[in-house]
């Protein structure tokens, strides 16, 4: 008889067996009036001499155990402890508590189906439906006792899963490590955030873990959430600046040329990395004017375009006037370029006019272009 069932037999004052079990006899000094263990010995004597219990006949209630605490025991006290928490959680039916610590002290007279006397895996539990077969020799019991019995887990009190219930986090605008924590704090709101800190974050998940000195807390709990990036684009623009210049050109008997650029340096939160699996591009909302042949042709630009990872080079908006002794154009892209090495993505924009005009021709040729992105958005994966 182990120390756990011992125990557990002493603290249960309530239990059927022994409310019913008749006075014992002190049989030499070593034994002490009402001793447990010889109170149930006697109740089990009493039942021997009347008409066995037939089990099938006894309605169950279902069970549900937690084992996190146990995780200490050994076989023996483990399956000890599942039939008495059985017996105890089918109070109503006392015959269900004496068939439970008959099967404790006589085990050799029982067959037990459907049940593994073992602990589930951390933060999970598993459902059997036992059934305890009381076999011929058995003098007290008969028939099949059955009770569907489930066997959980939710592990250590300290373990931060038992305290971050809300995993998902719904949306968290431009997150930062920071902001994963205070969203979690906000969706668990008994957690300790300065016992916890955040690892492995990117635009879709993180874990949070416990402290290495947490004195609260144990283990680690991955959350999810839906990022919202905004780019502001005046804090990525090389300077500040978000308009090119109005490239424009007037030529004769020459060819000329104007150009400029914008550049946009993009430093993801948690990486080029995190950033390429998370979001397949950009989408750039652009607007400006751009004419050919003369500034009276002068027409507004008001568009956008989606450019990708792989995408090196896109056409934002180009124009020409084909002349045979004068001609002009004007053209504007968009590149972009990953570096993993520094962390960062570069979007260019470039815009250029260009006009030619012989001596032979009369008139001038003229060509201008100027672009300003609006905004950057970045477009989610899937």
């Given at each position: 008889?182990?120390?756990?069932?011992?125990?557990?037999?002493?603290?249960?004052?309530?239990?059927?067996?022994?409310?019913?079990?008749?006075?014992?006899?002190?049989?030499?000094?070593?034994?002490?009036?009402?001793?447990?263990?010889?109170?149930?010995?006697?109740?089990?004597?009493?039942?021997?001499?009347?008409?066995?219990?037939?089990?099938?006949?006894?309605?169950?209630?279902?069970?549900?155990?937690?084992?996190?605490?146990?995780?200490?025991?050994?076989?023996?006290?483990?399956?000890?402890?599942?039939?008495?928490?059985?017996?105890?959680?089918?109070?109503?039916?006392?015959?269900?508590?004496?068939?439970?610590?008959?099967?404790?002290?006589?085990?050799?007279?029982?067959?037990?189906?459907?049940?593994?006397?073992?602990?589930?895996?951390?933060?999970?539990?598993?459902?059997?439906?036992?059934?305890?077969?009381?076999?011929?020799?058995?003098?007290?019991f008969t028939g099949v006792l059955s009770i569907d019995v489930t066997l959980t887990n939710s592990g250590s009190p300290n373990d931060l899963l038992n305290h971050i219930q809300t995993k998902h986090?719904?949306?968290?605008?431009?997150?930062?490590?920071?902001?994963?924590?205070?969203?979690?704090?906000?969706?668990?709101?008994?957690?300790?955030?300065?016992?916890?800190?955040?690892?492995?974050?990117?635009y879709k998940n993180a874990l949070i873990k416990a402290k290495d000195n947490s004195k609260k807390y144990e283990g680690q709990v991955k959350v999810t959430f839906n990022s919202n990036i905004i780019i502001n684009i005046k804090d990525?623009?090389?300077?500040?600046?978000?308009?090119?210049?109005?490239?424009?050109?007037?030529?004769?008997?020459?060819?000329?040329?104007?150009?400029?650029?914008?550049?946009f340096t993009y430093k993801p939160e948690?990486?080029?990395?995190?950033?390429?699996?998370?979001?397949?591009?950009?989408?750039f909302k652009f607007s400006g004017k751009g004419y050919v042949y003369d500034s009276s042709n002068e027409k507004a630009i008001d568009d956008s375009i989606e450019i990708l990872w792989n995408q090196k080079e896109m056409t934002l908006k180009n124009d020409e006037y084909p002349g045979s002794v004068n001609w002009n154009k004007y053209s504007s892209n968009i590149s972009n370029s990953i570096n993993h090495g520094e962390n960062n993505v570069i979007w260019k924009v470039k815009v250029s006019a260009t006009a030619y005009a012989s001596w032979i021709n009369a008139y001038w040729s003229y060509a201008g272009i100027q672009i300003k992105v609006d905004s950057i958005e970045l477009l989610p994966a899937n």
């Open positions: 008889m182990t120390k756990l069932f011992l125990a557990m037999l002493s603290m249960s004052g309530a239990s059927p067996v022994l409310a019913r079990a008749n006075t014992v006899t002190q049989k030499n000094n070593n034994v002490l009036p009402n001793n447990p263990i010889l109170e149930t010995k006697q109740h089990l004597t009493n039942l021997n001499e009347n008409d066995k219990v037939n089990l099938t006949q006894i309605k169950s209630e279902s069970v549900s155990i937690e084992l996190g605490n146990l995780t200490g025991q050994n076989p023996i006290e483990l399956k000890e402890y599942i039939l008495l928490e059985i017996g105890t959680q089918n109070s109503k039916n006392s015959e269900i508590m004496d068939a439970m610590i008959d099967i404790i002290y006589n085990e050799n007279q029982w067959k037990i189906l459907g049940i593994q006397f073992e602990i589930p895996p951390k933060h999970k539990e598993i459902k059997y439906k036992a059934k305890f077969m009381a076999n011929k020799k058995n003098p007290s986090l719904e949306e968290i605008q431009n997150p930062t490590s920071r902001l994963i924590l205070d969203k979690v704090k906000e969706c668990n709101s008994n957690l300790d955030i300065n016992e916890v800190e955040v690892i492995n974050a990117n990525i623009a090389e300077n500040g600046k978000t308009e090119t210049k109005y490239a424009k050109v007037e030529a004769y008997n020459s060819t000329q040329n104007d150009q400029d650029d914008l550049t948690f990486g080029t990395s995190a950033l390429l699996n998370a979001y397949k591009g950009a989408k």
